[in-house]
């Protein structure tokens, strides 16, 4: 069984400044794990993905996530925010049998960016 | 984004209205699910279908009833809803079955509010 924490449910930072969001994961067997972006108003987006090799993941709009299996982690940055990433983001993972694992999601992180 | 699109993108209903929420994927995949989204609340899956084919069913009350006609559109009959149904529900889509190999994508949601 999996399961996802996302620590924070808001995160302020200013313009310009790194972007950390916290995620933590707990898995039997290798995950999948995805990081989703939800703007006001929209559905969720898929912002990029772990499956396997490389431990760092680049996604769009210039975030990227590593994963790292001693930390059980797969933190979420960027390195210099912009007012246009605000929005609430979820971390999500998954086994690697599709008809037996369930993408599982966080409670989610509100990113907030102020001028 | 158009490839899921969701109608209508918001309704209100009394308790004892029948109302449906229907869902169009343009992107040729075979698997469709229905997740509520609430407030402080991780994201909640409905319904999974595969291949027109109810697979998942996560103890949904019986107030809410899918239907699949094609592996294009999806449907969320409601009836006699309770005001803690209040939620945003979204339609998703995937080439298999709970996005493990690939992403979801989400449509932008139908607002619901049951007075």
């Known amino acids: 069984a999996q399961s996802v924490t996302q620590l924070g449910s808001h995160v302020s930072v200013s313009e310009g400044a790194l972007v950390l969001l916290r995620c933590n994961y707990s898995?039997?067997?290798?995950?999948?794990l995805f990081w989703y972006v939800q703007y006001p108003n929209q559905g969720l987006q898929l912002l990029l993905k772990?499956?396997?090799?490389?431990?760092l993941v680049k996604g769009i709009n210039g975030f990227e996530a590593e994963f790292k299996k001693s930390e059980t982690s797969f933190h979420l940055t960027k390195p210099s925010a912009h007012m246009s990433d605000a929005a609430e983001y979820f971390c999500?993972?998954?086994?690697?049998?599709?008809?037996?694992?369930?993408?599982?999601f966080g409670t989610g992180t509100r990113l907030q960016v102020f001028p | 984004e158009t490839g899921v699109t969701q109608t209508p993108r918001h309704l209100v209903m009394g308790m004892t209205n029948k109302k449906s929420l229907k869902c169009e994927q343009h992107?040729?995949?075979?698997?469709m699910y229905w997740y509520k989204q609430s407030a402080k609340k991780p994201l909640e899956l409905m319904f999974v279908?595969?291949?027109?084919?109810?697979?998942e069913n996560n103890s949904v009350p019986s107030r809410f009833s899918p239907e699949c006609p094609n592996s294009s559109h999806l449907f969320l009959h409601l009836h006699t809803l309770q005001p803690e149904d209040s939620a945003l529900y979204l339609c998703?889509?995937?080439?298999?079955?709970?996005?493990?190999?690939?992403?979801?994508?989400f449509g932008p949601g139908t607002r619901l509010t049951v007075t």
């Open positions: 279908y595969s291949l027109e084919e109810r697979v």
């Open positions: 999500a993972v998954t086994g690697r049998s599709y008809n037996t694992d369930k993408l599982i």
């Open positions: 772990y499956t396997t090799g490389a431990t």
């Open positions: 998703a889509s995937s080439q298999e079955p709970h996005g493990s190999r690939g992403p979801l994508y």
């Open positions: 898995s039997s067997v290798p995950p999948y």
């Open positions: 992107l040729g995949h075979n698997a």
